[in-house]
C-alpha cells in the first residue's frame, strides 16, 4: 500500500507542478498574446518596423503624425521635418501619449535600433487602442544615411 500512495503522490505533484506553471503563464500575460523572442524563433514582431522609404512613403499621408522620442537635446540637433518631439523620460510622458488621436496614423522613431523607447511606446499606444502605429526601422541614424 505504501508503494502505490508514494507513485500516486509523485503523479499529484507533477500534476499540481503543471497546473501552478499554467497559473503563473496566464497570470502575467492574460491576453494570451505572444512575446518577441530573441533569435531566428521570434513569435511576433514587436510591430510594423518599416525601413527608410515605406517610412517616407507614410508620412507623406495626410493626417499622419511623426513622433520623435528623443531627447530634445537631440531633436534640436536634427529631425525628420515635421516631427514632433515627445522626450520619453519627460514625467508627463505617458500623459502627451494618451491625450493623442487614438484614429491618427503614427510614425515613430528613436536613435536606432538599440533603443528600446521605441517598442516599448509602440506596445503602451496598441494596448491602449491606437490603430494605426509604425516604427523606422533603424531609427534616426539610419534616416539620415545616404
Known amino acids: 500500500m505504501g508503494i502505490c500512495y508514494m507513485k500516486y503522490r509523485a503523479k499529484l505533484s507533477g500534476f499540481f507542478i503543471i497546473m501552478v ?3 503563473v503563464t496566464y497570470a502575467c500575460n492574460p491576453k494570451g498574446d505572444t512575446v518577441q523572442q530573441s ?3 521570434a513569435s511576433q514582431p514587436i510591430g ?3 525601413d527608410k522609404e515605406a517610412f517616407a512613403r507614410g508620412i507623406k499621408q495626410s493626417g499622419a503624425v511623426i513622433i520623435d522620442l528623443r531627447f530634445p537635446a537631440e531633436y534640436e540637433k536634427g529631425h525628420i521635418d515635421g516631427a514632433i518631439n515627445l522626450n520619453f523620460f ?8 494618451l491625450d493623442l488621436n487614438r484614429k491618427k496614423k503614427y510614425y515613430l522613431y528613436d536613435q536606432n535600433d538599440n533603443d528600446l ?3 516599448t511606446v ?3 499606444m ?3 487602442d ?3 502605429v509604425y516604427i523606422l526601422k533603424g531609427g534616426y541614424v539610419e534616416w539620415i544615411k545616404n
Do not use: C
Request: hydrophobic letters at 30%.
Open 39 to 41: 533569435g531566428s524563433d
Open 126 to 128: 496598441i494596448k491602449n
Open 117 to 119: 523607447r521605441v517598442s
Open 21 to 23: 506553471a499554467l497559473g
Open 130 to 132: 491606437f490603430t494605426e
Open 48 to 50: 510594423p518596423d518599416l
Open 122 to 124: 509602440h506596445g503602451d
Open 90 to 97: 519627460d514625467p508627463e510622458f505617458r500623459y502627451k501619449l
